[in-house]
């Protein structure tokens, strides 16, 4: 064995176990595309004046929904394209890390949207634990994506918790700002945030590729 | 040339298809028999005859269960498969690293 046949096997091994253990599909895509739904839904949310507790809560939930189907059908797509198998080792464990903040985010919504008799005041947290769960989860998948998602997982939990400091919820004023606005944050935070990651990485990833 | 790391390489972890299995299942805690065969694209026997080979060496061990009522078979390596896997490593590195010592 020579060392050339020492330095290939080096290179294989690397590769093999990056396969079993990284996330290799390209998330601009997914980044991108979730963030213009964001925005989308944000401007579209506060066009329509969705300010009832269940018009929010109903929207928004529906909107993570698609979000959730979308990025599925494009990792899925690119999964295909590459001839390898969608839920792969990695996939799985992106999702699983993914998975129980998402599930506790879908309750929180649904016991708002189905408990009934929730003020408005109450409603306008809902943005707030939305953000924190969301930057947890991905936070979580990030320790197997190697694209700064860890990153990005820590300004949704900041800007989450930053939040209820942000807008007066009341306590100052007595004056709750209506839910329409609320379609602004969530758009800015769940659109800007994903587009600006996306179009980071789409960069990053130029840059790499012309390398 | 120094050619004692050739001469300690493990003729068991060495064989390409081995190799391949050692390395995926040294970043994961475990894997399924399907997965392991389709990420590699071996056949059933190949991949089967590997890993009975790998299983006798006492380097992965064999977890089999029933998951939605089909039987599922999952692999993990062992405490001694670890440390093979990472003395084979560390040695191809020492011959990469005396070559190029040996060429500055």
């Known amino acids: ?211 | 040339m120094n050619p004692e790391p050739f001469l300690q390489l493990d003729r068991t972890i060495h064989e390409k298809g081995r190799l391949a299995i050692m390395s995926l299942l040294a970043a994961s805690p475990s894997l399924l028999y399907t997965e392991l065969r389709d990420t590699l694209r071996m056949t059933d026997g190949n991949a089967t005859a590997h890993l009975r080979t790998l299983h006798e060496a006492g380097y992965v061990a064999v977890t089999k269960s029933l998951e939605g009522g089909r039987s599922a078979t999952t692999y993990s390596l062992t405490e001694t498969g670890r440390t093979a896997f990472a003395g084979y490593v560390s040695l191809l590195e020492q011959i990469v690293a005396q070559t190029r010592r040996s060429d500055a």
Not at chain 1, 11 to 31: D, F
Not at chain 1, 149 to 162: D, K, N, Q
Request: charged letters at 15%; glycine letters at 12%.
């Open chain 1, 1 to 211: 064995m020579d060392d050339a046949l020492a330095a290939e096997n080096l290179r294989v091994i690397r590769t093999l176990m990056e396969r079993s253990a990284v996330y290799r599909r390209a998330l601009a895509p997914v980044s991108l595309a979730t963030g213009g739904l964001g925005l989308a839904s944000g401007a579209v949310g506060w066009f329509l004046g969705l300010d009832t507790v269940a018009g929010f809560v109903g929207f928004w939930m529906a909107a993570a929904v698609i979000a959730s189907g979308m990025s599925l059908a494009i990792v899925r797509r690119q999964a295909l394209g590459d001839r390898e198998a969608f839920w792969s080792p990695p996939t799985r464990r992106v999702a699983e890390a993914l998975l129980p903040p998402l599930l506790v985010g879908l309750v929180c919504g649904s016991a708002v949207l189905l408990g009934g008799g929730a003020t408005q005041g109450l409603v306008w947290w809902l943005p707030a634990v939305w953000m924190v769960l969301y930057g947890c989860a991905i936070h979580a998948a990030g320790f197997f994506v190697p694209r700064g998602m860890r990153r990005l997982g820590w300004i949704f939990v900041g800007t989450g918790c930053a939040l209820p400091l942000l807008v007066d919820l009341g306590p100052f004023t007595g004056k709750i700002p209506p839910l329409s606005e609320a379609h602004l944050i969530m758009a800015a935070a769940f659109g800007g945030l994903h587009m600006a990651y996306g179009i980071y990485l789409s960069i990053t990833e130029q840059r790499k590729s012309a390398a």
